[in-house]
């Protein structure tokens, strides 16, 4: 199966940019998926954003307009760019790769926004 390590979480201020990435252990072209979810203490995990092998991207109505997902097939990653951060997008965030009815996570990275 493919591997999936998560990389960029940290502490930044509200207000503040950070750049997340996922790299694949092998090709991502023939995935269907890749998308970040995040899950915060004491809730579900949540979708944040998805691009398709077209290159089509959806994205949750709390984080559209202010982060950006984006993929590289030649350097097998998956990008998140998160610009004008909150407190609430304190969470940790995993990365996904979705082939037909199966699903491989990354084990996340930690994103903490102060106030």
């Known amino acids: 199966q493919v591997q999936l390590v998560e990389s960029g979480g940290g502490l930044v201020q509200a207000g503040g940019s950070l750049r997340l990435s996922c790299a694949a252990s092998r090709s991502i072209i023939s995935l269907d998926a890749m998308s970040w979810y995040r899950q915060a203490p004491g809730k579900q995990r949540e979708l944040v954003a998805t691009?398709?092998?077209?290159?089509?991207?959806e994205y949750a109505d709390s984080v559209k307009g202010r982060f950006t997902i984006s993929r590289d097939n030649a350097k097998n990653t998956v990008n998140l760019q998160m610009n004008s951060l909150k407190p609430e997008d304190t969470a940790v965030y995993y990365c996904n790769a979705r082939l037909r009815l199966y699903d491989t996570w990354g084990q996340g990275t930690q994103v903490t926004v102060s106030s």
């Open positions: 691009v398709s092998s077209g290159g089509i991207t």
